[in-house]
């Protein structure tokens, strides 16, 4: 990610001010982002995402070689997975989740055009198949392709004007140069990587019942009353709990069923936290 600011940042003296800081007050973008400011700055959520999430180092002088590292990496993954793919001898999950990435690409409604532009549709393939092959051990679920969206969205604001309530573009992706492109797919793809390290290790919203752990909850109880001797054989005898089977679905389902436009305010107070 680059120092280019979006056309429709709006002036906030205190998210410019704090991203100015060498080194960023990390607690204070915290504050800010769990409150819901950036709601009125979106051009600002890509940053500050990155920056909570832990891709950023809040130190101004390491970011350079950081984002240089990282972008080489993708790349490698992108060229290693699409190689991987059209090879005879690839795995048959690797065939199978290309193939559901495909599918899930093109279940977007009509009217959601912003996601319908060939641009878009191929950052999000690209992502999906670089996420599968990096993190073999998560791999990929049908509607998985929701949090790239967001990210895509999340990311290109820094550059665009975006409606996310109806997914429509107010500005124009010609404006947009081949670099900025790169930085929107490269970012996207480590705001995946990192949000999802982020769900799958953290274990306080399990424990004190809020976010996804309330949902893994009401899951952990549907199973006991759908399929008592399934859940007893589970827990009891093998020792499984819901949480080692439920989080990741758990985790996606809500980016299925929640708007956009609320979503994103979902992940504020989530990557705050």
């Not at 909570?52 to 990282?70: D, E, I, M, V, Y």
């Not at 990496?73 to 990435?101: E, F």
């Not at 969205?153 to 409606?163: A, G, P």
Request: hydrophobic share 35%; with cysteine; charged share 20%.
């Amino acid at each position: 990610m680059g120092s280019t600011q979006s056309k429709n940042t709006k002036s906030d003296p205190n998210f410019q001010h704090l991203l100015s800081q060498d080194p960023l007050n990390r607690s204070q973008l915290q504050k800010l982002t769990s409150t819901g400011q950036l709601q009125s700055n979106p051009s600002f959520r890509s940053q500050i995402w990155t920056i909570l999430l832990g891709s950023l180092p809040t130190n101004h002088s390491q970011r350079s070689q950081k984002l240089h590292c990282r972008r080489q990496k993708y790349h490698t993954y992108i060229k290693n997975s699409y190689n991987l793919l059209h090879t005879p001898q690839a795995p048959n999950k690797v065939v199978q989740s290309h193939r559901c990435i495909e599918l899930d690409l093109r279940r977007y409604p009509p009217q959601e055009c912003f996601v319908h532009d060939d641009r878009v549709r191929g950052i999000l393939e690209r992502v999906l198949v670089a996420f599968v092959y990096s993190c073999p051990q998560v791999g990929y679920l049908s509607g998985m392709n929701c949090l790239p969206t967001v990210c895509v969205m999340v990311n290109l604001q820094r550059f665009v004007e975006i409606d996310l309530e109806r997914l429509e573009l107010v500005g124009d992706f010609g404006d947009l140069t081949e670099e900025m492109w790169e930085q929107v797919e490269v970012a996207t793809f480590w705001m995946v990587c990192d949000i999802m390290r982020q769900s799958m290790d953290n274990h306080r919203s399990v424990a004190n019942g809020t976010g996804p752990g309330l949902y893994l909850g009401k899951v952990d109880r549907l199973l006991q009353r759908a399929d008592r001797r399934l859940y007893d054989f589970l827990v009891q005898e093998c020792e499984i709990q819901t949480i080692m089977w439920a989080y990741r679905s758990v985790t996606w389902f809500l980016g299925l069923v929640v708007a956009p436009h609320l979503l994103v305010r979902v992940w504020d107070v989530y990557v705050s936290e």
